[in-house]
Every structure is written in C-alpha cells, then in structure tokens.
C-alpha cells in the first residue's frame, strides 16, 4: 500500500469509525475524494475498495459508496482497531476480545495439558523465558516492551499449538492479533514480575503435570486478571492510584 493510499484508507476510517461520515450516508465520489486527498482517481479506488475489503462500505454501480452498519465491519482489522481505540468505543472493542479470548483459550488449556508433547512444552518454556528476560529489562529498555509482549503472544499461541486443533488456531489467531495491536492499554510493566509471570508459570506447570482442571483455572484466573486491568483502563484517571504498572 502506498503513502497515499495509507493516507486516504487511515483518514476514511476514522470518519467513519468516529461517526462523522454517518451509517447509511454516501462517501464522496472517486473525483472529490481525489481531489481532497490531491490523489489520482486511481488511489481513491484503491482507497474505496480497501473500506469495501474492511466491511466499511458498501459500493453499487450507480449509486456511489455508503457506510455499512457497525456489525458489518471487520473488527479485526488493523485499521479498524486503531480507529476505534482512539475513540470512544475502544475500550468496548478490548472488552470483546478478552471475552472471545476467555470463552476459546480456558478449554484450550485443559486440551493443552491433555495432549502437549515434549515440542510443545519446550515452546511453552522458551516463550516464558523470553517474557522473564523481557520482564527484566523493560525499565531500563523500551524494546523490551515490545520483545515482552512478542513472547506473550507467542505463549498463548503455543497453549493453542498444543491442543493439535488447527481450526482453534485459526479461530484464536485474529484475536491474537488484535489485542497484540492494542496492547497498550492492557500494559502494566511494573506487575509483570509479582502477577503477570507467576501466573504464565502456574499454566505452564499444569500443562507440563497434565492436569487439565488445574491449567484451566489457571488460564482463567489469568485471563480475568487482564480483564481487570481493562476495568482500570476503562476507569480512568480516578483508578491510576490504584494501578501499578504490567501486562498480559
């Protein structure tokens, strides 16, 4: 995608995802959108048919391009997601996928401890040594940020590898994806060390005992924990003396 095309796709997203160009109204035609954005008519195309790809639009010959309701877009969409948590609707988007992501991965670690083999435990275990190495330096270094919640994901990804359901992995993976893209407002640094690593540990260790109860308790007691950190997020500067720092 090139800049302005980037351009012309982010700056219609957000129109759209704040409410400023309306459900059910037309967009701009391909002329004044070129015109606009001092694009070709070629990029506003492409731009038209990107909001189409991501469910924002609707286009019929004839009658131009009209915004789709909410329920038809792709929340999964990097754009998407990004648009919508700069707004006010973003902490409703985050609370969606914690709550897929509770619903889909407390099962998946009960399977997890059923059937990991040795592969799966070293992938488990390299992954939480990568969190641990990143959990370490993340004051003093801000890519650790970035390494730790890598091995994060790559953790949750590693639950799900070891249940050997290829169609749960393809079902948890957008999800994976759209909390590692707003991932920040889940972030707290400074809990990893107390909260957010003994409680990968305790899935871990289930997993690696095969006692699929205990690592699905484990998994649930983590997963609420993100889930609280959400409510603190959605409180707002009245909670921030309660909140300490951390992470998923």
């Not at 195309?45 to 792709?74: F, M, N, Y």
């Not at 991965?105 to 992938?123: H, M």
């Not at 890519?143 to 994060?152: N, P, V």
């Not at 540990?201 to 959400?230: C, F, K, N, P, Q």
Request: charged share 25%; net charge neutral.
């Amino acid at each position: 995608m090139s800049r302005l095309h980037r351009t012309l796709v982010e700056a219609l997203v957000a129109d759209i995802v704040s409410g400023a160009i309306a459900e059910g109204e037309r967009l701009p035609s391909e002329t004044e959108l070129a015109q606009r954005f001092s694009v070709s008519r070629g990029v506003a195309r492409e731009g038209l048919r990107g909001l189409e790809e991501r469910g924002l639009i609707a286009v019929k010959h004839g009658s131009g391009a009209t915004v789709c309701p909410a329920s038809e877009w792709d929340m999964f969409s990097p754009d998407v997601i990004a648009a919508m948590l700069a707004g006010d609707r973003g902490t409703q988007l985050l609370a969606d996928y914690l709550e897929c992501r509770r619903l889909l991965e407390i099962e998946a670690a009960g399977l997890a401890a059923e059937r990991a083999t040795g592969g799966d435990l070293v992938a488990l275990s390299d992954a939480l040594e990568r969190m641990t190495a990143a959990a370490a330096q993340t004051a003093g270094a801000p890519s650790a940020e970035d390494r730790f919640h890598d091995a994060d994901v790559a953790f949750h990804r590693a639950v799900i590898r070891a249940t050997g359901n290829r169609a749960l992995g393809r079902m948890t993976e957008p999800v994976h994806r759209a909390l590692a893209a707003a991932r920040r407002p889940l972030a707290r640094p400074a809990l990893r060390l107390e909260r957010s690593l003994p409680e990968h540990r305790r899935i871990l260790a289930a997993i690696a005992d095969g006692d699929a109860e205990s690592a699905r308790t484990a998994m649930r007691d983590h997963l609420l924990t993100v889930e609280r950190y959400l409510s603190e997020y959605a409180a707002g500067p009245a909670s921030a003396s309660r909140r300490h720092g951390g992470s998923r």
